[in-house]
């Protein structure tokens, strides 16, 4: 399936990713968390497909294990004592589960990180920052795009050296080190000649003055309007159940959660529609496609 959220406005596209990243951050509600978490894996997904796949399971869930398990080996606040470490310090159900939650954050905004930077893409980022903050915007963009493309820079340089026995894997110890020195002495030259080419090309053409035009193709029609009033509606659902305390929770130093009541639901499930926003408009899409090929 592919993503019919990419073709939108690009204003569109930044005010979804930080609205879901904001709240990922911020609620540490177990079914707030689960929500953001499950979403967040459905929709790399979706945009990735096994890769995806294979990312969350090698590395997040193994990453999400290792933080959860380490945080109640350091923090010891709570009032529930399961069992004493050999030291003496204590391992609390409350440290436990906020352990939990804060991996299962992390990992979260990872995820949702991986899917910003396969549909906001530089190009989007400069056409809405470039006018207010040009040189600011031209570096993150930069920054945002730096492990995806000096990953795949970093690996055609070891395939080079490869072909001439000078790669990290061939040879003794001493000469796989050496072999990887070189590998990385090699990126990085061409890393700061890149980054002084394009600062290069952007002088030459104007980049950041203050009378400079620039051509973009992206138009804020109709069904951007729509969408945008559907994620302000459901933003504001989600901010008056914080104020409320829908999404509040303690952990220390006991575990306290409010009540759940109607309007909980509510604010559960306006949270799942926002960050199935992309899911849903390209299951709209796939619908319409299916059913203009039924009537031919």
């Known amino acids: 399936m592919s993503d019919r959220f990419e073709s939108y406005h690009p204003v569109i596209n930044f005010i979804y990713f930080a609205s879901v990243l904001i709240f990922s951050m911020v609620f540490m509600h177990p079914v707030m968390l689960g929500i953001s978490l499950l979403c967040a894996i459905v929709y790399s997904f979706m945009l990735k497909g096994r ?116 790669d990290i894997t061939q040879g003794n110890w001493f000469q796989r080190a050496k072999n990887g020195v070189t590998i990385l002495s090699i990126m990085t030259t061409w890393a700061l000649e890149n980054a002084i080419e394009t600062a290069d090309s952007m002088k030459s053409r104007g980049y950041g003055l203050p009378r400079r035009t620039s051509f973009a193709l992206y138009r804020f029609d109709r069904r951007d309007r729509s969408v945008l009033l559907i994620m302000c509606g459901l933003i504001t659902v989600l901010l008056i159940g914080t104020l409320k305390g829908e999404t509040a929770i303690r952990y220390f130093p006991s575990i306290k959660i409010p009540d759940m009541a109607p309007f909980s639901v509510v604010v559960y499930v306006s949270y799942a529609v926002l960050c199935l926003v992309p899911v849903i408009l390209s299951l709209v899409e796939v619908v319409k496609w299916k059913s203009i090929e039924s009537r031919t």
């Open 51 to 166: 890769k995806a796949l294979m990312f969350n399971l090698l590395y997040m869930m193994p990453l999400l294990l290792i933080m959860a398990v380490m945080n109640p080996a350091f923090n010891h606040e709570g009032v529930t004592i399961l069992f004493y470490l050999k030291s003496g310090n204590p391992i609390t159900l409350e440290s436990i589960l906020y352990g939990v939650a804060a991996a299962c954050m992390f990992v979260t905004v990872i995820i949702w990180f991986s899917c910003y930077n396969a549909v906001m893409t530089s190009d989007k980022f400069i056409y809405l920052f470039g006018k207010v903050i040009p040189a600011l915007s031209l570096i993150l963009s930069m920054v945002l795009r730096f492990v995806p493309r000096y990953r795949t820079q970093i690996q055609a340089i070891s395939n080079a050296q490869k072909c001439i026995g000078r």
